[in-house]
């Protein structure tokens, strides 16, 4: 009986005291592996060798890198970036428990020298990122966007080498929006 109790009072001690929460980090954090976007949706893109130093150039291009960093993301998730879109042609950011505006980040090449990042921002994005588009301008086209969500007003900057979207997407089941905002640029290696 008194090994029995001994026993308990020592599982006690060691489930109460010997198991910890894992919180996830309150920083931005680069995923190598899809979340954001199914699996079967990316085998169209290329691989490509990319250094952290190129995606660094790209994220600072785009105006994201200072937000980026601004939120505490550690200078290794640019190698952790670089070594997907080497190996997959596609990386993710994710900022959503990080004190910014931007919630995620995908990073893809679509050809040769050719970029696409994808980013979502729970409020209006900064104008750092936004080149000048304004949602107080006329919309410049639709977005017609995935899952059979009715279109939205877009606002389209195109300029040598890059071209910026900006829009809007609601939510169908709680009416709440988010901005999107999609840079495809073309790195002729002189960026």
Sequence with gaps: MQFCSRFAAAFLVLFFFGCRTVRP??????????????MSSLSSLPAQATSAAQVSEILSAIGCLDLLTGAGMLSTELETLARGLSQRGYAEIDASRARTSLRWLVLTHYDTNSWRVIG????????VC???LSKRDQ???TAVLAGGAKPEPAWVLEKPGQK?????????????????????VHDDGSQ
């Design 164 to 184: 910026i979207e900006m829009y809007r997407v609601t939510d169908a089941k709680t009416k709440k929006f988010r901005w999107q905002m999609v840079w495809s």
């Design 130 to 132: 936004r080149f000048g």
């Design 139 to 141: 919309p410049t086209g």
């Design 25 to 38: 980090p309150e920083r931005p954090v680069a995923n190598l592996f899809p979340t954001l976007f199914p």
């Design 120 to 127: 979502s921002f729970q409020e209006y994005p900064p104008s």
